[in-house]
């Protein structure tokens, strides 16, 4: 784990798994629904029940019990399809790792601006876990670390900030997940191993080097931003979730565009083959994917879908 040396002390992520609720609590009828919007949306004219679902990939234990219209999508599916396939999660974590590293006889030093590398060196240190028992972790100089890309230094450096209240793993991708193993439903994926790990793992130089100048210069009152965000997806407010991302699409269009819309693209006619299969079926994304106008939603009205937001 990478730490500016402002923060090398005192900075993880909590990695306790959240329960689930039994669904025979939820008593609320779809045709007789009284609550807020959500980032749940069902397509109407779909030939069973037929979910959309955004996600917001951190969560902590005190926002479970989740808004009723995420049960309802629980309850009325019979399969889950995520961004990729979660039982091939340990084959993408061996991957993605992989891709964050230089080929050897590359690295780092030769792939960013000098001034910036410099200033890595003095600013940055990493953690070393050490598995022996009773051994702290030990923090060493950003040397030791030449062989990862910038993309994956910038997660690192973002992560803490980010998701300092919540975890990836009190997730809404892992409360479904959950769900699904336990009720032993299907569970599928939009984008292969490969294609997932492609979307950060393929960025070119510049555009990983952009990705670590962002996470540097990232304002000290980010989870403010975050606190922000998270408000509007409580909300179902996809309008406000699609404005918090216009600073990236106006500085890097093209990281943007890879990140979500791109996919976009790519994921609709994979949706619509699961449209068409007439299982009643859940698609499980980042919210993010499902706003603006080059959105799964919209995209999938083009293509003569009728969609209500739950």
């Not at 780092?108 to 051994?135: E, H, M, Y």
Request: net charge positive; proline share 6%; with cysteine.
């Amino acid at each position: 784990m990478f730490l500016p040396a402002r923060r090398v002390f005192g900075v993880w992520i909590a990695l306790a798994m959240v329960g689930i609720a039994p669904l025979s609590a939820i008593a609320v009828s779809p045709a007789h629904k009284k609550f807020p919007k959500s980032c749940v949306w069902r397509v109407t004219n779909a030939k069973a029940p037929f979910y959309l679902v955004g996600s917001i990939h951190a969560l902590s234990k005190s926002d479970y019990p989740l808004p009723v219209p995420y049960e309802i999508a629980l309850r009325n599916s019979k399969r889950f399809v995520f961004e990729f396939d979660p039982n091939r999660g340990a084959e993408f974590e061996r991957r993605f790792e992989a891709a964050a590293k230089y080929p050897s006889g590359t690295d780092i030093r030769s792939k960013i601006d000098p001034q910036l590398l410099a200033w890595l060196r003095k600013n940055i240190f990493t953690v070393k876990a050490d598995s022996r028992r009773g051994k702290r972790a030990g923090v060493a100089g950003f040397d030791s670390e030449f062989c990862y890309k910038p993309w994956w230094i910038a997660q690192h450096l973002a992560a803490p900030a980010s998701y300092s209240k919540s975890s990836a793993s009190h997730g809404l991708d892992n409360y479904f997940v959950d769900h699904a193993k336990m009720t032993r439903k299907e569970i599928g994926g939009l984008e292969s191993v490969d294609e997932h790990v492609a979307v950060l793992g393929g960025l070119s130089d510049r555009d990983s080097e952009f990705m670590l100048r962002d996470a540097l210069t990232q304002p000290p009152d980010g989870q403010k931003d975050f606190s922000r965000m998270y408000k509007a997806w409580r909300r179902g407010d996809i309008d406000t979730l699609w404005a918090g991302d216009a600073r990236l699409r106006n500085e890097a269009p093209r990281i943007a565009a890879r990140l979500v819309e791109n996919r976009n693209v790519k994921w609709v006619p994979r949706i619509e083959a699961e449209l068409k299969t007439g299982k009643p079926t859940a698609i499980v994304a980042g919210a993010l994917h499902f706003a603006g106008p080059r959105g799964v939603i919209a995209l999938l009205q083009a293509r003569g879908y009728q969609i209500e937001q739950l």
